[in-house]
């Protein structure tokens, strides 16, 4: 039996460290998730288990964290199908050589540079329990990963989103996500068949059967709750239930097929109708739970399983500096010269590659995944947390420099005024 | 445009096939990370009774060279570890690393608490899980 009264104060711990520290950071003008993606950091051994082990040792005993992960994951799923959602195919469209040739670039060259840099970690942070390849490749998918909704938010609160660069910059950021989570499923297929034994092909050709069932069979039938949508202008709770219970089969059949439970609720949120009003509805529906309660809990999880500075003396900071290093040179500077060569001002491209370089929580989810299924050490987890965190906040005072109030305001006039 | 595309992506994909190439001769640390069912040569002789080690007897966090062994002994006492080749050496133990990673074993001596140093035998209590 779960330890209620201890879960029950973890949880109030939690939402009230996520509040208060997200609330300061949005004083420093930076969204509040950073915020709380620093409050969960701030909760574990980094912080807390290190100026007060008594508490932290009282409010987050071992036996207990793993309610805490159970409820923690079945907000990412629900957090994941959201992302899904709010992913829509059609913006990719119009955007032609530049946003193919931008997108591919912040994928490829983090990529790359990822694999480059575990040739000198793999020897110092990575045992023979998991192969070179599985982790240069995991390395390079986590190194290219771009947060969506973090990207979508920051443009949002800028006014940025109906400009060229933000429209641009959605449209990477889609491809990166989608080309990001189908290489990070590959990935962790390979890692599951040699742990479990499965063959490759067996693994492989469900999951080629499942998104093929999932977009040419199950799609047609979701234009239905948008049909009854329609109607009353809301969906019944019970159509609301069969939408979750659709998640939910969706997430077991990735997961009983030896990907992830992740992988299949981005799917059904992809593939679901994408009328705006409709999606903001769902968005709605789902988001505030998610938002207020599930993901500080996921953050809290992370910053308890992350040792920041913790053990490994200078060496570890040294990896630290150099992952952040390759991690910003990969995905900022790749995209602004790829976004320069399709023939974007400076300016432009120098904003899109800051935005491209925000990896917030998408990257902490692609991490947890990589430390369950073992790919990447402690060590190396807690590096890229900080890596994360790092290339996330750097983005908003980054933008302001590169695109100040003054200027941003002057192109957002002038998009209305085209609208007009 | 062509061009471009084929210098910053089809280039750096070329160079990513290298590194994997590459990566193939390169050794890490021998896999230790994951729970351990200790099996002892004799009973441990301690000052107060036997020792009270309970299955899984140790559960170790990996990162390289480095590791955190945790006793299950009631009081999760952690040792930090460092591994040398095939050897293993904490404060309270030493040990050798032999076989595969799925069918490795760790043998060697440890002192547990009032008690005298004793040889033992590690075999995996479960599939390596280092996420915990």
Same mark, same amino acid.
């Given at each position: 039996?779960?330890?209620?009264?201890?879960?029950?104060?973890?949880?109030? +711990?939690?939402?009230?460290?996520?509040?208060?520290?997200?609330?300061?950071?949005?004083?420093?003008?930076?969204?509040?998730?950073?915020?709380?993606?620093?409050?969960?950091? !701030?909760?574990?051994?980094?912080?807390?288990?290190?100026?007060?082990? &008594?508490?932290?040792?009282?409010?987050?005993?071992?036996?207990?964290?793993?309610?805490?992960?159970?409820?923690?994951?079945?907000?990412?799923?629900? =957090?994941?199908?959201?992302?899904?959602?709010?992913?829509?195919?059609?913006? !990719?469209?119009?955007?032609?050589?530049?946003?193919?040739?931008?997108?591919?670039?912040?994928?490829? +060259?983090?990529?790359?540079?990822?694999? !480059?840099?575990?040739?000198?970690?793999?020897?110092?942070?990575?045992?023979?329990?998991?192969?070179?390849?599985?982790?240069?490749?995991?390395?390079?998918?986590?190194?290219?990963?771009?947060?969506?909704?973090?990207? +979508?938010?920051?443009?949002?609160?800028? $006014?940025?989103?109906?400009?060229?660069?933000?429209?641009?910059?959605?449209?990477?950021?889609? /491809?990166?996500?989608?080309?990001?989570?189908?290489?990070?499923?590959?990935?962790?297929?390979?890692?599951?068949?040699?742990?479990?034994?499965?063959?490759?092909?067996?693994?492989?050709?469900?999951?080629?059967?499942? /998104?093929?069932?999932?977009?040419?069979?199950?799609? %047609?039938?979701?234009?239905?709750?948008?049909?009854?949508?329609?109607?009353?202008? %809301?969906?019944?709770?019970?159509?609301?239930?069969?939408?979750?219970?659709?998640?939910?089969?969706?997430?077991?059949?990735?997961?009983?097929? $030896?990907?992830?439970?992740?992988?299949?609720?981005?799917?059904? $949120?992809?593939?679901?109708?994408?009328?705006?009003? =409709?999606? %903001?509805?769902?968005?709605?529906?789902?988001?505030?739970?998610?938002?207020?309660?599930?993901?500080?809990?996921?953050?809290?999880?992370? &910053?308890?399983?992350?040792?920041?500075?913790?053990? &490994?003396?200078?060496?570890?900071?040294?990896?630290?500096?150099?992952?952040?290093?390759?991690?910003?040179?990969?995905?900022?500077? &790749?995209?602004?010269?790829?976004?320069?060569?399709?023939?974007?001002?400076?300016?432009?491209?120098?904003?899109?590659?800051?935005?491209?370089?925000?990896?917030?929580?998408?990257?902490?989810?692609?991490?947890?995944?990589?430390?369950?299924?073992?790919?990447?050490?402690?060590?190396?987890?807690?590096?890229?947390?900080?890596?994360?965190?790092?290339?996330?906040?750097?983005?908003?005072?980054?933008?302001?420099?590169?695109?100040?109030?003054?200027?941003?305001?002057?192109?957002?006039?002038?998009?209305?005024?085209?609208?007009? | 445009?062509?061009?471009?595309?084929?210098?910053?992506?089809?280039?750096?994909?070329?160079?990513?096939?290298?590194?994997? *190439?590459?990566?193939?001769?390169?050794?890490?640390?021998?896999?230790?990370?994951?729970?351990?069912?200790?099996?002892?040569?004799?009973?441990?002789?301690?000052?107060?009774?036997?020792?009270?080690?309970?299955?899984?007897?140790?559960?170790?966090?990996?990162?390289?060279? *480095?590791?955190?062994?945790?006793?299950?002994?009631?009081?999760?006492?952690?040792?930090?570890?460092?591994?040398?080749?095939?050897?293993?050496?904490?404060?309270?133990?030493?040990?050798?690393?032999?076989?595969?990673?799925?069918?490795?074993?760790?043998?060697?001596?440890?002192?547990?608490?009032?008690?005298?140093?004793?040889?033992?035998?590690?075999?995996?209590?479960?599939?390596?899980?280092?996420?915990?």
């Amino acid at each position: 039996m779960p330890n209620l009264f201890h879960l029950v104060l973890q949880i109030a +711990a939690i939402l009230m460290a996520a509040r208060v520290v997200g609330f300061l950071f949005q004083k420093i003008n930076q969204p509040q998730v950073i915020g709380e993606m620093v409050a969960g950091i !701030l909760l574990g051994p980094s912080l807390l288990g290190w100026v007060a082990p &008594g508490v932290s040792a009282a409010l987050f005993p071992p036996q207990s964290l793993g309610y805490l992960n159970a409820l923690s994951q079945i907000g990412l799923v629900v =957090f994941m199908f959201v992302v899904g959602l709010a992913l829509d195919p059609t913006e !990719l469209k119009g955007y032609g050589h530049a946003a193919v040739l931008t997108s591919h670039v912040s994928i490829v +060259a983090p990529f790359c540079l990822g694999g !480059l840099t575990a040739l000198y970690l793999y020897p110092r942070l990575s045992d023979d329990g998991v192969t070179f390849s599985g982790f240069a490749l995991f390395m390079g998918s986590a190194m290219s990963i771009t947060a969506f909704p973090v990207l +979508a938010r920051i443009l949002s609160e800028r $006014g940025l989103v109906r400009s060229r660069m933000g429209t641009l910059a959605i449209a990477c950021a889609a /491809v990166d996500d989608i080309t990001g989570w189908c290489i990070l499923a590959y990935i962790v297929v390979l890692v599951r068949v040699t742990q479990a034994g499965r063959p490759a092909w067996v693994t492989m050709s469900g999951s080629l059967l499942y /998104v093929l069932t999932m977009i040419f069979v199950v799609r %047609r039938f979701l234009p239905a709750f948008e049909r009854a949508y329609r109607k009353r202008d %809301r969906l019944s709770d019970n159509l609301v239930a069969v939408i979750v219970i659709l998640l939910l089969a969706s997430a077991l059949a990735t997961e009983w097929l $030896g990907i992830h439970l992740l992988f299949g609720a981005f799917l059904m $949120g992809a593939i679901m109708p994408k009328t705006p009003d =409709f999606t %903001r509805y769902l968005l709605h529906k789902f988001e505030s739970v998610i938002v207020v309660l599930l993901l500080p809990l996921f953050f809290a999880f992370t &910053g308890l399983r992350t040792r920041i500075g913790v053990g &490994g003396g200078s060496a570890v900071w040294f990896y630290s500096a150099l992952v952040i290093v390759v991690a910003i040179t990969g995905k900022l500077g &790749g995209s602004m010269l790829a976004a320069r060569l399709s023939g974007m001002p400076w300016r432009d491209s120098a904003a899109l590659g800051v935005l491209m370089n925000t990896r917030g929580l998408m990257e902490l989810v692609i991490l947890n995944i990589g430390l369950d299924i073992g790919v990447i050490s402690p060590a190396m987890f807690s590096i890229m947390v900080l890596m994360a965190l790092v290339t996330t906040f750097m983005t908003t005072p980054l933008l302001e420099w590169i695109y100040p109030s003054r200027l941003l305001q002057a192109q957002v006039n002038e998009i209305h005024k085209n609208v007009a | 445009m062509a061009v471009a595309y084929l210098v910053l992506v089809g280039l750096p994909m070329l160079g990513l096939l290298g590194i994997l *190439e590459a990566g193939r001769n390169i050794s890490a640390a021998l896999a230790i990370g994951g729970d351990w069912n200790l099996e002892f040569a004799a009973d441990p002789q301690c000052a107060s009774g036997s020792a009270t080690l309970r299955q899984p007897a140790l559960s170790i966090s990996q990162s390289g060279r *480095e590791a955190q062994i945790t006793l299950n002994d009631g009081h999760a006492t952690t040792l930090p570890a460092i591994l040398n080749g095939n050897v293993v050496s904490a404060k309270l133990l030493t040990a050798t690393v032999t076989g595969k990673p799925e069918s490795r074993t760790i043998e060697g001596r440890i002192s547990l608490a009032g008690c005298a140093p004793v040889a033992f035998r590690a075999v995996r209590a479960s599939p390596q899980k280092r996420g915990e």
